[in-house]
């Protein structure tokens, strides 16, 4: 069975604090991504890794970054967190790029808040 | 910039009566793939169907299908015979070729299925 786990359901961190939100597959997969769930905007993509250490960035990268040492391991970092950060992340995996009918996995989320 | 549109922010069916939720998609590319995901009240991201450019008959998968209309950049999920399970939210998303790697979401449309 497919996963994609995420290590935390719910997060409370404090404004300017680094925080980390961990993603780990187990499907070999090569592409990874982050994205972030807002009400009335719905997923937008921070990030997206199609290799180990490769990564490009999404539509809203600002205040973000990422690290792919590990082909299972996505990790996003928030380096100083902000209020407006405090929202719903999700990671996903999916095949190399090719296959175009290949859908992506979500983990269950990350509920962050920032005070 | 947004590529994908959902103008429905709600809908509302009746158990056991067809619903279509509303996807319209720009894209300059001539291949790419479309998908829409199921998100219920837990907050998983579920793959209900895709639905390829070059694809010549539209997508179905049970009770769910996709109105592709290339020509109007639509792909219309339609549910046939509601049930109050597919209360939920659903996203529309699109991979194309130039940016394979990437999934890009809609803002999503809630749905509402009561008795």
């Known amino acids: 069975d497919v996963k994609v786990t995420q290590s935390s359901r719910y997060l409370v961190k404090r404004t300017g604090e680094k925080v980390f939100l961990e993603c780990v597959q187990d499907?070999?997969?090569?592409?990874m991504f982050w994205y972030r769930q807002d009400p009335g905007l719905g997923l937008r993509l921070i990030y997206f890794?199609?290799?180990?250490?490769?990564?490009e960035k999404g539509d809203i990268p600002e205040g973000y970054s990422v690290s792919r040492e590990k082909k299972e391991r996505f990790s996003l970092i928030l380096e100083s967190a902000s209020t407006n950060q405090t929202s719903m992340y999700l990671c996903?995996?999916?095949?190399?790029?090719?296959?175009?009918?290949?859908?992506?996995?979500f983990g269950q989320g990350t509920r962050l808040t920032v005070v | 910039a947004q590529k994908i549109t959902q103008t429905q922010p709600g809908m509302f069916v009746q158990e056991k009566e067809a619903v279509t939720l509303d996807c319209t998609y720009d894209?300059?590319?001539?291949?790419?793939?479309l998908f829409w995901y199921k998100q219920p009240s837990s907050g998983e991201m579920i793959f209900l169907i895709y639905?390829?450019?070059?694809?010549?008959q539209n997508a179905t998968e049970g009770r769910y299908s996709l109105n592709f209309q290339k020509a109007r950049k639509s792909a219309n999920l339609v549910i046939s015979a509601s049930q109050l399970g597919d209360s939920a939210m659903y996203f529309c998303?699109?991979?194309?070729?130039?940016?394979?790697?990437?999934?890009?979401f809609g803002t999503g449309t809630r749905l509402q299925v009561f008795p």
């Open positions: 996903a995996s999916s095949p190399r790029a090719g296959r175009m009918n290949t859908e992506a996995f």
């Open positions: 499907m070999d997969h090569e592409n």
């Open positions: 890794s199609y290799d180990v250490k490769m990564k």
């Open positions: 894209t300059s590319d001539p291949s790419y793939g």
């Open positions: 639905q390829g450019s070059y694809d010549q």
């Open positions: 998303a699109m991979r194309e070729v130039v940016n394979t790697d990437k999934l890009i």
